[in-house]
């Protein structure tokens, strides 16, 4: 449907072409050089002068623009009849996007053939504005004048800088509300407990026989906001025998089973991606991966950072399997969730 | 055009509108000289322009989309006709930009070009400030619109950063949980600034929606307007610059078309065109398909996540830098996201900023100017801008290393590796081989003017001889 349009739009576009060349050919019309002294305006420096003379009056442009806004209209007119014809689910992008350029671009080679045509197009002369000495000076007398009746200068300015101030910290007061000011602790919350159940995604809480090794599974505390960022945990299995945790987290996963923080303690995206060892050569062991800058960390150690920009390990989960084999924390986090701010300290999640 | 005989003067249409906006705002002599403001003709000063229009496609399609828009993180089911998000849980301020896309006429093409709109917006201003860089534009006495400019350059990027964080799909919320770490990476402030400005740690108070919404659709906008209108007065005060073509342009003197008649067409022409690129590009071309990637929650990611290309400079970074937090025995002081998300745009920023009072001080060269430099004249500040934009266009590059090792499969941390080094050592080279290019540029120019000198003289000699040989015979 569009493409006859860009068909006659370039045959237009050749025929102006050829139109223009021939009258080229002619030679230039005898219009003389056109000067234009700049009486009217008063400003003594706007002179100007004509370098190049105005073009000649052109039918055959003004066919060519006629010819090409009337496309324009036509295609726009195609928006809008396919936007009434089709229903919602069969009305085409492309279409629509196709029908409103269209028309866009018909106005714009009109507007364009116009510009080199139909108008003349005279390079003028003119001067760049300087500047004015004798101006500024009066100026700094005029400001001057206006402060000759004060004498003590600074008890002013001190005073008017005093109700300045104040008026604007009463100004931006109200934006404190927006959150709290100056009060970290919710920085350093999570909703883990001694005890907490983990349950997956469904909601359904996971036993330690259902996690298995090479793969990583998404847990929640059970009952908590899951929305928190403290919420979530990434959960994967080793071999006991790899485990190699500092000496304070001994016990912290049953059956090799570990929990760490599912988000990036670089820039707090999700640590969404596993890469258990298939090549033991160059990955010799499991890593938890984040996706957006590629820190990674090493499950079997603690969570210690091994590539990527991260500065500090993955917070850890201690977990522990109850008699009937659910998993349930078995405290908070070894330390803050989440992206670093000043003075997040090593320890304390709360 | 031909009038037929017995009409009466075409100016009296004109001249009574005239009259009276003259008799009510006396503003003739200002119109006069308006209508005779002279634009110098070059090709590459349309590039401010077409940051401009796409600025107006982008005030037009946002204010459409605005009347759609739900900004609210409140919790919905999905039950449009998309199917395969059928029965999803979702915001419904990503319900309603499904909805723009799918269920509303001509929703997804104005969604589309809005976003191609930014896009393009964004590549015209650092193209422009390229060019007004390279040209040596932003002399004396065009500082200040060098300075309103990487204003406007940085407050346009935080405008497209909100604008494509607004719709809460998985993209979105990744970006804004970036931005947070970046946030609260402040050296002292960023933990209570995060959680003031959040309103909660992340991902915030539902609020927080509203936040970013009433910031994206008025207070940025309105900033961005401010700038342009102060952009486009001081350089309407101190006129366009020009290029030496020949011995009419000079320090004083001014060589253009006036804006009426010969430049208005040129510019809606060029206006008009913008447009149709922005359409085509929002018609034909696939952006953001926000419902591929579903609702964002906090345990969420994805691989392959790509922001919009202006913040792939920043990811770059992020992902260059070494793994370390800066901190005094346990206690962080400051977090690494702070120097990739942070401090390496701030400096930018500055350098940029600072650079026309640098070259002032380097080059001694006080005086105001007029007329461009080739980039040839100068070659310190050619060489200068070479190395810097290409040290900041590698980390640009880096920040789409994970891309390469899925297309090509070169190892990711071997890359990394070799960016680590080519980032310094590259713009180095490419300082020495550009001053180098531009002193023989220069030397060539002025062989070739010694050549035609001496060829003029040769030639006018010969005239003299056979002039004077003519009598004679």
């Not at chain 1, 045959?11 to 002294?37: K, Q």
């Not at chain 1, 866009?104 to 760049?128: K, N, S, T």
């Not at chain 2, 009347?67 to 609210?72: I, M, Q, T």
Request: proline share 7%; charged share 15%.
């Amino acid at each position: 449907m569009s493409a006859w349009r860009w068909l006659v739009g370039v045959l237009v576009l050749v025929a102006g072409r050829l139109l223009r060349r021939r009258r080229a050919a002619e030679g230039p019309p005898d219009r003389g050089a056109h000067a234009e002294a700049d009486v009217a305006s008063g400003v003594p420096s706007g002179r100007e002068a004509s370098a190049v003379a105005p073009g000649p009056q052109s039918r055959s442009a003004e066919l060519v623009v006629a010819l090409l806004l009337l496309l324009a209209g036509l295609a726009a007119a195609g928006f809008v009849v396919s936007y009434a014809l089709f229903s919602v689910a069969s009305l085409s992008n492309e279409l629509l996007g196709g029908c409103i350029a269209l028309a866009l671009a018909f106005i714009a080679l009109a507007l364009a053939v116009f510009a080199h045509r139909l108008v003349p197009v005279e390079e003028l002369e003119g001067d760049y504005p300087g500047t004015d000495a004798d101006r500024q000076r009066e100026v700094v007398e005029i400001i001057e004048h206006g402060g000759r009746l004060i004498t003590r200068r600074r008890m002013l300015v001190g005073a008017g800088s005093v109700a300045g101030g104040a008026l604007g910290l009463a100004a931006l007061t109200p934006a404190l509300s927006l959150g709290p000011l100056w009060y970290t602790a919710p920085l350093f919350r999570a909703p883990w407990r001694r005890g907490t159940r983990l349950v997956d995604e469904a909601g359904t809480p996971m036993t330690a026989a259902s996690v298995e090794e090479g793969t990583f599974y998404t847990a929640f505390p059970e009952g908590a906001d899951r929305e928190e960022i403290g919420s979530p945990v990434v959960v994967v299995r080793v071999p006991p025998s790899q485990l190699r945790l500092p000496a304070q987290r001994a016990g912290w996963a049953p059956f090799g089973i570990l929990a760490y923080s599912k988000i990036c303690t670089h820039a707090g995206c999700a640590v969404a991606l596993y890469r258990k060892p298939t090549f033991r050569v160059l990955e010799p062991e499991p890593a938890l991966v984040c996706p957006c800058h590629y820190s990674t960390f090493n499950p079997a150690t603690g969570g210690t950072v091994i590539f990527g920009p991260a500065g500090r390990p993955l917070p850890q989960l201690p977990l522990m399997a109850d008699s009937s084999g659910y998993l349930r924390a078995a405290g908070n986090f070894s330390g803050p969730v989440g992206p670093s701010w000043w003075g997040v300290r090593l320890g304390k999640a709360t | 055009m031909r009038r037929a005989a017995g009409t009466a003067s075409p100016s009296a249409a004109i001249e009574d509108p005239v009259r009276f906006i003259d008799e009510r705002t006396s503003s003739a002599a200002l119109l006069r000289r308006a209508l005779r403001y002279l634009f110098p003709d070059h090709w590459s000063f349309l590039l401010g322009e077409i940051a401009l229009y796409a600025f107006i496609v982008l005030i037009a399609t946002g204010t459409y989309l605005a009347l759609f828009f739900d900004p609210s993180l409140a919790k919905t089911v999905y039950h449009g006709p998309y199917a395969p998000l059928h029965g999803a849980q979702m915001s419904e301020a990503y319900r309603s930009v499904v909805e723009i896309s799918f269920s509303y006429k001509a929703g997804l093409l104005i969604r589309q070009t809005h976003h191609w709109a930014a896009d393009v917006f964004v590549a015209a201003i650092v193209i422009h400030l390229m060019r007004i860089f390279f040209t040596g534009a932003f002399r004396k006495p065009r500082e200040l619109t060098w300075l309103i400019g990487l204003l406007l350059l940085f407050t346009s990027l935080l405008e497209g950063y909100l604008g494509y964080s607004l719709v809460d799909d998985l993209l979105s919320g990744m970006g804004l949980a970036i931005g947070y770490s970046v946030l609260v990476s402040l050296p002292l402030v960023g933990g209570p600034l995060g959680l003031l400005l959040f309103g909660a740690p992340f991902p915030g108070k539902a609020l927080f929606e509203s936040r970013m919404y009433i910031a994206h659709v008025f207070l940025i906008p309105a900033l961005l307007a401010a700038l342009i209108g102060i952009h486009l007065a001081l350089v309407a005060a101190r006129h366009h610059t020009q290029f030496r073509r020949d011995r009419r342009h000079t320090e004083r003197r001014i060589v253009g078309l006036p804006l009426f008649p010969a430049q208005v067409p040129r510019s809606l022409a060029l206006m008009f065109a913008v447009a149709a690129v922005l359409f085509l590009l929002g018609g034909l071309v696939q952006i953001n398909p926000i419902w591929q990637w579903g609702p964002y929650e906090p345990w969420i990611g994805t691989n392959g996540a790509q922001p919009d290309w202006y913040l792939g400079w920043l990811i770059g970074a992020l992902r260059l830098m070494p793994s370390f937090d800066v901190v005094i025995g346990h206690y962080t002081v400051v977090p690494n996201p702070f120097w990739g998300g942070a401090a390496f745009p701030l400096l930018v920023l500055l350098v940029l900023a600072v650079f026309p009072w640098v070259e002032r001080r380097l080059s001694g060269d006080r005086s105001a100017h007029n007329l461009l430099d080739r980039p040839r004249d100068a070659p310190n500040r050619t060489a200068f801008g070479v190395a810097f934009l290409g040290w900041v266009f590698l980390i640009f590059v880096f920040g789409a290393a994970d891309r390469v090792y899925v297309l090509f499969g070169v190892n990711y941390e071997t890359l990394l590796n070799v960016f680590r080094i080519a980032i310094w050592v590259l713009p180095l080279v490419a300082f020495v081989i550009v001053r180098a290019l531009c002193r023989e540029l220069q030397q060539s120019d002025r062989i070739d003017l010694e050549r035609a000198r001496a060829e003029d003289e040769a030639e006018r000699a010969e005239q003299e001889l056979r002039a004077r040989a003519q009598p004679i015979a």
